[in-house]
C-alpha cells in the first residue's frame, strides 16, 4: 500500500455518519475492513459481522456489548461492522444501537461487492452472519456461527494465552 | 419405490458427507419437490433446457427481497434462452415462521413469480452446500443431466440494482451458452443464514 492510499483510506475512516439521533457512526469500506482484519500490535481485535435484519445477529450481540465494557481486559477492542444497507443506518440500525444501549464501536460497510473484501477477513467465510473474528498479532480465529457469552470469552482467552 | 428413495436419500448423504455440497464441475443432485400451486417439480422437469438457475430463497430475508425482482427479470430474460429459474425455500418454517407453505403461496402470488417456488422440507440445500439466502446455482445440461457451473451470488450490489457493476450469474450464463466455462466460477454473497 503506498501512502497515498494509506492516506485515503485514513480520511474514509475519518469520515463520519451522523444519523438522525447525532450519534455519529462511521462508515467503512473493503480497503479499511482488509486494514481492520491485519492489525499487529498487543491489541485483541474482536470484529463482528452483523445486520439488524439477522435474527441470531440481534441476539448475541449483547455479548459483544459485555466484552466492550468488560475492564478487566484493556487490550481488547471490539468492533461491530454491520452489513446492513447504508440508506437503512437511520431508520434501523441507529434505532437499533440505542435501544440495545450499544456504546461499543459501529462501523456501516459501504462496498457491496462483498466479493471484494470477504476473503482479506477469512478465505473460509461463506459470507453467512453472524461471523465472527478475534485476532491479534499472533493468533487468529474465525467463527462463521452465533456464540454464546462463555465461547466468546474461551476463544479470547486461547488467543491471548 | 421405497428402495429407490432410500437409494437417493443414501447418495445424497454420501455426497453431503464426501463434498460438504457441490462445486462447480460437480453432477447436480436430483430433487422433487412441492411447489407453491400444489405440484410436484423435480429437476429432471427440466431435462429438455440447457441448464436452469437453481435459487435457494426465503420470504423475509432483505438480501431475497432485495433480489425479488431481480430473479424475475433473470426468469423472463432467460427462461427463453433455455436457462428457467427454479427457486427453493430451505427455511424451517418452525424456526422462520414467515417461510411456511402459505406465505410461500402468498408471495408467489403477490409477486407473480413465473417460476416455481418449492418448498424445500428434504435438506437439499445441504446437499448442494447452500449456506444463505438468496445462494444461486447455475446448472448447465451435461449429456443426460445437469452438472453445476457456477455458485454464488447474483451480482454484486443487493441494495440497488441501478447500481450493479458486476452480473456474476449473467457473465456465468452467456459463458455457458458460449461454451465456455464461467470465470469466476464461484463468487461470495453475504445473506442471511439458511434458518
Known sequence: MDVRTAFIIVIFLLVSYTGASGQPIQLIDGDGIAVLSSLSNDTTYILNFWATWCSPCVEEIAIFEKIHRDKMNPKVKVILVSLDFINQVDSRVIPFLEKKGISAEVRIMTDTDYNAWIDQVDPSWTGAIPATLIYNRDRRVFLEKELSYNELVKQIHQIQH | ?195
Open chain 2, 1 to 195: 419405490m421405497k428402495k429407490v428413495f432410500l437409494t437417493s436419500v443414501l447418495s445424497i448423504l454420501a455426497l453431503v458427507l464426501v463434498h460438504g455440497g457441490l462445486k462447480p464441475g460437480d453432477k447436480a443432485i436430483p430433487f422433487s419437490l412441492k411447489n407453491v400451486d400444489g405440484k410436484t417439480v423435480s429437476l429432471s422437469d427440466y431435462s429438455s433446457q440447457k441448464g436452469v438457475i437453481v435459487i435457494f430463497t426465503c420470504n423475509p430475508c432483505p438480501f431475497a427481497k432485495a433480489y425479488e425482482q431481480r430473479i424475475i427479470q433473470l426468469h423472463n430474460k432467460y427462461a427463453g434462452m433455455g436457462f428457467p429459474v427454479v427457486a427453493l425455500n430451505p427455511n424451517n418454517p418452525a424456526i422462520s415462521p414467515d417461510d411456511s407453505y402459505d406465505n410461500m403461496k402468498s408471495r408467489a402470488k403477490e409477486k407473480g413469480y413465473p417460476f416455481p417456488y418449492l418448498k424445500d422440507n428434504q435438506n437439499i440445500y445441504k446437499a448442494y452446500g447452500a449456506t444463505r439466502t438468496p445462494h444461486i446455482y447455475l446448472l448447465e445440461k451435461s449429456g443426460n443431466n445437469f452438472k453445476v457451473a457456477y455458485i454464488g451470488a447474483i451480482d454484486d450490489n443487493a441494495m440497488e440494482a441501478g447500481a450493479v457493476s458486476k452480473r456474476y450469474l449473467e457473465s456465468a450464463i452467456k459463458a455457458v451458452i458460449e461454451g465456455n466455462k464461467p470465470s469466476p466460477a464461484t463468487t461470495k454473497a453475504i445473506g442471511c443464514t439458511i434458518k
